[in-house]
């Protein structure tokens, strides 16, 4: 077998014959067998090149969730009950998003009630609404339930928002937007 620079050959062979005629600047280098991953420690002098990048869930990854409940509550303007924004140097695998909500009392007349999660880019002027759960409902007990597992990549700076709000006059409902996900390294 005859090794030239910069050749690469996967072939088997029974014996290996090596003759280097002294080419400065010029490296051999020869995997024989099968795969090894090497872990570099200090002064070790292994590099390792071309070694494959951690799973996500194996790079610091922590959980976030968010979720507030707003029992009983009269009614009011879009009020955010939570918000996340993804760090700098982190990432976030958004795993789950969820709206829930309830009619407590009857509201006389009765307005458009909702939960809603919203989700901004960094540095974007408007927000996407991810999820959004209505009704017009007067009877106690109506309701409405969402959830959905989500699949999606937030970046440094993204920010997901769960808010709700009742327009009713009068009466009480409880909402519920919740998120989860898990967080990790860039």
Do not use: C
């Not at 799973?55 to 610091?60: C, P, Q, S, V, W």
């Not at 409405?144 to 928002?161: F, I, K």
């Amino acid at each position: 077998m005859t090794i030239y620079p910069g050749w690469i050959g996967y072939k088997p062979f029974v014996g290996l014959y090596l003759e280097n005629d002294a080419q400065a600047g010029q490296t051999l280098r020869l995997i024989y067998g099968t795969d090894v991953d090497f872990r570099s420690s200090a002064g070790s002098g292994v590099t390792v090149l071309n070694s494959p990048r951690a799973n996500y869930y194996d790079r610091g990854a922590t959980t976030k969730q968010a979720g507030t409940l707003a029992a009983n509550s009269a009614p009011h303007g879009q009020t955010i009950r939570w918000t996340y924004t993804v760090p700098t140097n982190r990432r976030l695998a958004l795993e789950f998003i969820g709206t829930w909500q309830m009619r407590d009392t009857v509201a006389a007349p009765v307005g458009t009630w909702f939960t809603l999660i919203d989700y901004q880019p960094s540095g974007a002027g408007l927000a996407a609404t991810l999820m959004i759960v209505q009704n017009l409902g007067n009877n106690i007990n109506d309701r409405d339930t969402v959830y959905v597992g989500a699949s999606m990549t937030l970046y440094p700076g993204d920010t997901l928002r769960g808010s709700d709000s009742d327009a009713s006059t009068g009466g009480s409902t409880r909402q519920l937007p919740t998120f989860k996900g898990t967080e990790y390294d860039a």
